[in-house]
C-alpha cells in the first residue's frame, strides 16, 4: 500500500516486479510501493512533492539495462519510470545541438540527428534500448569514446528535478546551450553520473557532431590474450587514433561461435577488432597487430564488411547470457597496464575455478571480465564474488578504478570506498547531504 496520491500510479505486482531491478543479476533488489511513469517534467514535480511529503524514496529509471544495480528498488520506494518521457524537442543543426527528454533511446537519437547528417557519438554497446537518461545518470562510455570522449563530454545542461537548498520538486536549468561558458560551478557535471543520487533529469541539451567518414574495421587474431594486450599498448604508443579498438577473448569467441557458427578460427585466444576513420589508421593497426604477434589481420574494404566484421563484439553478451548468470566486472586500468591485467584476470580464474570471459573496450584500458556460474551452484557463486574482490584488488594495485562506465549502484559500493578513501568519501557524502538532505533520491546508491 503507498500514501502517495497520483494518478495513473502502478501497483500491479507484476510490473512492480518487471520494473524493480536492472540487469545486474547479482544485484539485491527491494520491493517498491509503487511505480509511476511521467509524461512531463511537470509530472516529476509532483511525484518527487508526494514522495518528500510522505517520506519516500524515488528511485529514476531508464530502460533498466544497467549493470550495477543503480536502478533496482529499494523497499517501499517509487519507482519512477521516465521511458515515456521520450521526446526529442528541438535538434538544432546550426548549432550542433539538441534537446530531449530523458526516455529518449540512444539510438532513436542518433537515427534522427543522422537524418539531418549529424552524429551523436557516446554508443554503449545498449545503444538499441539504453536511455539518454539513464546514459546521462550513469555517464555511459562505449565503443567509440576512445577517440570521442564519454557521454559527459556531450552534455551542455540539463533540466532536473530537485530537492535539498530549493524545495523537493523544483525544476532548475544548469549548463548551457552555447559552446563555451564559465559561469558558476559546473553542477551539470555534477549531475551526470550521479546515478539518480541528486534529482531526477527531466530534459537533456546535448552537443552534436557532423556524421563521420565511415570507418573501416581492422580485425587481428592473437595465439594468446597477452599478445593482443600488447598489441593494444603499442597502437596507443605509436600515436594510433582508431575510434574504436574492443577485445574479445576466446571464451567469448566460443560462445558466440557455438551460439551462432560464425566461422572463428578455434586457436584463437583473443580477437582486438578496430575502428579506423583513416587509411593511415588502418595500416598503422594492421602493422601494430602483426608486430605484437597477431596470427593473421583482416581489414574491411567496405561499409557492409566492415559492420559484418564487428557482428562477434555484438552477440557477445547475449551469447554469454545463455551460458548462466553473469558477474559483469567493470574495471578500467591505465593502457600500458592492460597486458599485466589480462594476465592477473586468467590467473584469478583459475585459482578460484571461475569461468572468466573477458571482453574490453581495450584502447581505454576498460576490461568487463564476465563471471558464469552454473545456475543454481551456489559454491560458484561464493566463488565468482572472491573472484570478483580480487579483480577489483589487481585494478586499484595498478594505479586503476573499480568502474569504468557501469556505475557505483549497489555492485561496486565497496570498492568505490577502497578506492576514494575516507576524505573523499565524506566530501561526496556532504554533497549528497546538501542536495538530498532527506536522502530520498535513489538512497543506498553509489
Ligand atoms: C548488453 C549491454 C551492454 C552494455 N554496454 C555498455 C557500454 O558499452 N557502456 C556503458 O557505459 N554501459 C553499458 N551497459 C550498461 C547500461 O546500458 C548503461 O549504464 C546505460 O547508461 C543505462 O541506461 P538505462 O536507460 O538502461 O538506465 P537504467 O539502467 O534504467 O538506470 C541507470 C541509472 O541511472 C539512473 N537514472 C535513469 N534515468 C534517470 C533520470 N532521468 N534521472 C536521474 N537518474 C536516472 C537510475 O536510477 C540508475 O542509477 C550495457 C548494458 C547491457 C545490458
Not at 507484476?14 to 517498491?32: C, F, V
Amino acid at each position: 500500500m503507498t500514501t502517495l496520491d497520483l494518478p495513473g500510479l502502478l501497483t500491479d505486482p507484476a510490473t512492480l516486479e518487471n520494473l524493480s531491478h536492472d540487469e545486474a543479476e547479482w544485484a539485491p533488489a527491494g520491493t517498491p510501493a509503487a511505480a509511476f511513469r511521467p509524461q512531463s517534467t511537470e509530472d516529476v514535480q509532483d511525484a518527487v512533492k508526494a514522495c518528500a511529503a510522505n517520506g519516500v524514496p524515488i528511485v529514476p529509471r531508464g530502460a533498466g539495462t544497467g549493470l550495477s544495480g543503480g536502478a533496482n528498488a529499494t523497499d517501499g520506494c517509487l519507482v519512477l519510470d521516465l521511458s515515456r518521457m521520450n521526446r526529442i524537442i528541438e535538434i538544432d543543426a546550426e548549432n550542433l545541438l539538441a534537446v530531449v527528454q530523458p526516455g529518449v533511446v540512444n539510438d532513436d537519437l542518433k537515427k534522427a540527428v543522422a537524418a539531418q547528417g549529424l552524429w551523436y557519438p557516446p554508443d554503449p554497446a545498449s545503444s538499441p534500448w539504453s536511455t539518454i537518461g539513464g546514459n546521462v545518470a550513469t555517464n555511459a562510455g562505449g565503443l567509440c569514446c576512445l577517440k570521442y570522449g564519454v557521454t559527459r563530454d556531450y552534455v551542455l545542461g540539463l533540466e532536473v528535478v530537485m530537492g535539498g537548498p530549493v524545495s523537493y520538486g523544483t525544476a532548475v536549468k544548469l549548463g548551457r546551450r552555447t559552446n563555451k561558458g564559465v559561469a558558476g560551478y559546473d553542477l551539470t557535471s555534477l549531475l551526470v553520473g550521479s546515478e539518480g543520487t541528486l534529482g531526477v533529469v527531466t530534459e537533456i541539451t546535448l552537443r552534436l557532431r557532423p556524421a563521420p567518414r565511415p570507418p573501416a574495421t581492422v580485425v587481428g587474431a592473437f595465439a594468446s590474450l597477452v599478445d593482443a594486450g600488447q598489441a593494444v599498448a603499442l597502437s596507443t604508443r605509436r600515436g594510433l587514433q582508431p575510434a574504436a579498438l574492443e577485445l574479445i577473448d576466446r571464451a567469448c569467441l566460443q560462445a558466440v561461435e557455438d551460439w551462432k557458427h560464425l566461422g572463428i578460427e578455434p586457436d584463437t585466444e583473443a580477437m582486438l577488432l578496430a575502428r579506423a576513420e583513416t587509411p593511415e589508421d588502418a595500416d598503422g593497426l594492421v602493422a601494430a597487430f602483426t608486430d605484437a604477434g597477431a596470427a593473421w589481420t583482416e581489414r574491411s574494404t567496405d561499409s557492409a564488411e566492415a559492420e559484418a566484421l564487428f557482428a562477434a563484439r555484438r552477440l557477445t553478451y547475449p551469447a554469454l547470457e545463455r551460458l548462466g548468470p553473469l558477474l559483469t566486472e567493470d574495471v578500467c586500468v591505465p593502457r600500458s597496464a592492460i597486458p599485466v591485467m589480462l594476465a592477473r584476470i586468467e590467473e584469478i580464474g583459475t585459482r578460484h575455478g571461475v569461468q572468466i570471459a573477458t571482453i574490453a573496450h581495450a584502447g581505454d584500458g576498460n576490461l568487463h571480465p564476465l563471471l558464469i556460474t552454473p545456475p543454481g551452484d551456489d559454491n560458484a557463486r561464493i566463488a565468482a564474488q572472491a573472484a570478483f574482490e580480487d579483480i577489483i584488488t589487481e585494478a586499484l594495485a595498478l594505479g586503476g578504478t573499480v568502474t569504468g562506465e557501469h556505475g557505483v549502484g549497489l555492485l561496486k559500493r565497496d570498492g568505490m570506498i577502497r578506492e576514494l578513501g575516507p576524505d573523499v568519501c565524506s566530501l561526496q557524502q556532504s554533497v549528497k547531504h546538501t542536495l538530498d538532505p532527506l536522502n530520498l533520491f535513489n538512497p543506498g546508491k553509489a
